[in-house]
T-cell receptor, first 112, second 115 residues
C-alpha cells in the first residue's frame, strides 16, 4: 500500500528565506505527483503537477522536483513571503483513474 | 462555473439524521472525486466517477455512505444515519479526463459537524 510522508510537519522561517518542503512515498510506481496549498478553513489549491515521466516543474517562485527511484519530491519556494503561510500537501497519483494518496502536510509560517 | 462549487459550506446535523452534500464540478470535466479530511486522519479518498463508467467506491467507509452523479455533472454524497465520527470536511475535486496525468482541482469543501 502506498504511503506518503511529509517532513517536517511544521516549519517557521523569516520572510525572504527559501522554503524546502519534502515528500516521500513508498511505492515508486506512481502516475503523477501533485503539490497543493491549503489555507485555514479552505479547500486545496493546486500548485504544481509533475507527471511520472518528468523530473521537475516550475511556476514563478515555485519549483518541484521528482525522483521516482528514490521515492522523493521536493517543493522549493524562493524568497518566501508572509502570504506563503499555509499548509502544503503533496499527493501521488496511485492509479490510471487519477486517485490521489495524500501526505499529512507541512504547516508553514513565514514571519515578517 | 469557474471552479468546483460545493454546498453547503457548513452543515450541522443531529446524530442519526441523513445529510446530502452537493458538488458541481468545473464545466467539461469528466472525472469527479470525493475525499474526506478528518482531524488526525488527513485526506482520504472516498469515491471516483469517470464519464459513464461504473464508479470506484473502494474508499467509502461504510454502507451508510453513497454517492451519485447525474448527467455526468453534479454529484451528491449522501450519508445516512450520521454518526459523530462522520464529522469532517468533505472535499470534491474534478479533472478534465481523469487518469494519471491530469490535474485535480478542488472545491472549498463542506464542513460537516454531527452533534
Amino acid at each position: 500500500k502506498q504511503e506518503v510522508t511529509q517532513i517536517p510537519a511544521a516549519l517557521s522561517v523569516p520572510e525572504g528565506e527559501n522554503l524546502v518542503l519534502n515528500c516521500s512515498f513508498t511505492d515508486s510506481a506512481i502516475y503523477n505527483l501533485q503539490w497543493f496549498r491549503q489555507d485555514p478553513g479552505k479547500g486545496l489549491t493546486s500548485l504544481l503537477l509533475i507527471q511520472s515521466s518528468q523530473r521537475e516543474q516550475t511556476s514563478g517562485r515555485l519549483n518541484a522536483s521528482l525522483d521516482k527511484s528514490s521515492g522523493r519530491s521536493t517543493l522549493y519556494i524562493a524568497a518566501s513571503q508572509p502570504g506563503d503561510s499555509a499548509t502544503y500537501l503533496c499527493a501521488v497519483g496511485t492509479d490510471s483513474w487519477g486517485k490521489l494518496q495524500f501526505g499529512a502536510g507541512t504547516q508553514v509560517v513565514v514571519t515578517p | 462555473g469557474a471552479g468546483v462549487s460545493q454546498s453547503p459550506s457548513n452543515k450541522v446535523t443531529e446524530k442519526g439524521k441523513d445529510v446530502e452534500l452537493r458538488c458541481d464540478p468545473i464545466s467539461g470535466h469528466t472525472a469527479l472525486y470525493w475525499y474526506r479530511q478528518s482531524l488526525g486522519q488527513g485526506l482520504e479518498f472516498l469515491i471516483y466517477f469517470q464519464g459513464n463508467s461504473a464508479p470506484d467506491k473502494s474508499g467509502l467507509p461504510s454502507d451508510r455512505f453513497s454517492a451519485e452523479r447525474t448527467g455526468g455533472s453534479v454529484s451528491t454524497l449522501t450519508i445516512q444515519r450520521t454518526q459523530q465520527e462522520d464529522s469532517a470536511v468533505y472535499l470534491c475535486a474534478s479533472s478534465l479526463l481523469g487518469g494519471g496525468n491530469t490535474e485535480a482541482f478542488f472545491g472549498q469543501g463542506t464542513r460537516l459537524t454531527v452533534v
